[in-house]
C-alpha cells in the first residue's frame, strides 16, 4: 500500500509543474513571442491611433539585463503587434478623450492576444470672465457629467459638439470597416479643427454618442440623433444648428464662422 504522502507530493509536484511549463525561461517559452494588442471603445467600436507603451518587467533578473521597451501606435483596425519577450509585461494604453489603462501582464507561448475597453472621461474647460474691476470669477465652458447614461453639457459660450455613434459589436464586418473609417476621419479632422476653433474662441469638443443633454441658461435640450455622426453647433442666446455626416477640418471652421459670426480677423 502506498502511503497517502505519496500521493500528495506527486499532486502538488504535478500542479507545481503544470503551473510553471509555460513561464519566463521554461523550455516551452521561446525568446520571444507576437503580442497582440486590440484598443477598443467600451461599446466595441476599435479606436486608431491609441499610443501603446510596453516595458518589460525584469524584477529577479541579474543587474544590467536589457530592458525591452516599445512604443506604439494602433492601426486603422485598433491594433498593435510586436516581438516580445516571454515574461511579464507592462502596457500603458492613451488616447485623447479616454481614461488611460495600465496592466500587468504575463506573456506565454499560448497567452499572448489581449484586448483593451478604454472608457471616456469627461473633460472640463473653464474661462475667467472679468467683473467689477479686476475681480475673475471661473465659468464653465462645456461641462461633460453622465446623467442618465447621455453626455450632460452645460453651454456657456459658442461651443461644437462633435458626435460620432461607434458601431455596435453585433454589425457586419462591412458596417464596422466603414464606421472605423469615418472614425478615423472623424478624430483627423477634429484634431486638425481644434487650433483655429480655439483661436476663434470656440470650444470644440467630441461625443461618442448619438444623444446627449444641453443645458443653455434655464432651457434643457434632450438631443439624438437618427444619424450616427454629425455636428452640433450652439451658443447662448441662438437656436441650435445640426449638420450630419463627417465633416473636414476646412468645413467645420467655415461652418463656425457662419454660425457664430465671426468677425473676418479670425481666421
Known amino acids: 500500500m502506498i502511503p497517502l504522502f505519496f500521493w500528495v507530493t506527486v499532486l502538488v509536484t504535478l500542479n507545481v509543474c503544470a503551473q510553471i511549463s509555460d513561464s519566463p525561461g521554461s523550455a516551452n517559452c521561446p525568446p520571444t513571442v507576437n503580442l497582440t494588442v486590440t484598443v477598443t471603445t467600451e461599446a466595441g467600436a476599435v479606436i486608431p491611433n491609441a499610443l501603446v507603451i ?3 518587467d525584469t524584477l529577479g533578473q541579474a543587474r544590467g539585463t536589457k530592458i525591452f521597451e516599445l512604443e506604439l501606435r494602433t492601426t486603422d483596425s485598433g491594433e498593435v503587434s510586436a516581438a516580445v519577450p516571454c515574461n511579464y509585461l507592462d502596457v500603458f494604453i492613451a488616447h485623447d478623450g479616454f481614461a488611460p489603462a495600465a496592466q500587468k ?11 483593451f475597453p478604454l472608457k471616456t472621461y469627461p473633460i472640463t474647460r473653464t474661462t475667467e470672465v472679468r467683473v ?14 453622465t446623467w ?11 461651443t461644437i459638439l462633435a458626435f460620432f455613434e461607434p458601431a455596435s459589436q453585433t454589425s457586419s464586418k462591412n458596417d464596422s470597416a466603414d464606421s472605423n473609417e ?3 476621419d472623424f478624430e483627423f479632422y477634429g484634431r486638425q479643427a481644434f487650433a483655429p476653433l480655439e483661436k476663434m474662441g470656440v ?6 454618442a448619438s444623444g446627449f443633454v444641453v443645458k443653455v441658461g ?9 444619424k450616427g455622426v454629425g455636428y ?18 476646412v468645413g467645420i471652421v467655415e461652418a463656425a464662422h457662419n454660425y457664430f459670426a465671426i468677425n473676418q480677423k479670425y481666421r
Open 54 to 56: 510596453l516595458r518589460e
Open 105 to 115: 501582464l504575463l506573456i506565454t507561448n499560448d497567452t499572448n492576444t489581449f484586448s
Open 132 to 145: 467689477q474691476g479686476s475681480q475673475l470669477f471661473p465659468l464653465p465652458n462645456a461641462i461633460a457629467q
Open 148 to 158: 442618465n447614461d447621455l453626455n450632460f453639457v452645460i453651454i456657456a459660450k459658442p
Open 182 to 184: 469615418a472614425f478615423a
Open 203 to 208: 470650444d470644440y469638443r467630441e461625443i461618442l
Open 218 to 226: 434655464g432651457a434643457t435640450t434632450n438631443f439624438r440623433s437618427a
Open 232 to 249: 452640433y453647433f450652439i451658443a447662448p442666446g441662438k437656436k441650435p444648428r445640426i449638420q450630419y455626416g463627417v465633416m473636414t477640418d
